[in-house]
């Protein structure tokens, strides 16, 4: 069973930055988007930014010109560059791979950000 890797998370001031990354254990085929979710407590997960394999890029109006999102394609491996951070984003952050065809689609354990003078 291939497990997405997350990485990079913590606690940091308003303004701050911070880069996430994940990357998947083993192979993973037809890859249709990957992607970052948010879920704060209380709150419902929400989309916070994808990307194909051909690069077309989505983001959340709340962290558009903030965020962005990139990927290695030779190593499947997609990063979340997080800057000028305020305390809403403060939430737990999952890796999503969506694949086209049978199996995913894929989720990652989490990773939480903090942002809090």
């Known amino acids: 069973q291939v497990q997405l890797v997350e990485s990079g998370g913590g606690l940091v001031q308003p303004g701050g930055s911070l880069r996430l990354s994940c990357a998947p254990s083993?192979?993973?085929?037809?890859?249709?988007?990957m992607g970052w979710y948010r879920q704060a407590p209380g709150k419902q997960r929400e989309l916070v930014a994808t990307i194909t394999p051909y690069g077309s890029t989505n983001y959340a109006d709340s962290v558009k010109g903030r965020f962005a999102i990139s990927r290695d394609g030779a190593k499947n491996t997609v990063y979340l560059q997080m800057n000028s951070l305020k305390p809403e984003d403060t939430a737990a952050y999952y890796c999503n791979v969506v694949v086209l065809g049978a199996g995913g689609p894929y989720w990652g354990q989490g990773t939480q950000v903090t942002v809090s003078s």
């Open positions: 083993g192979s993973i085929f037809n890859i249709y988007s």
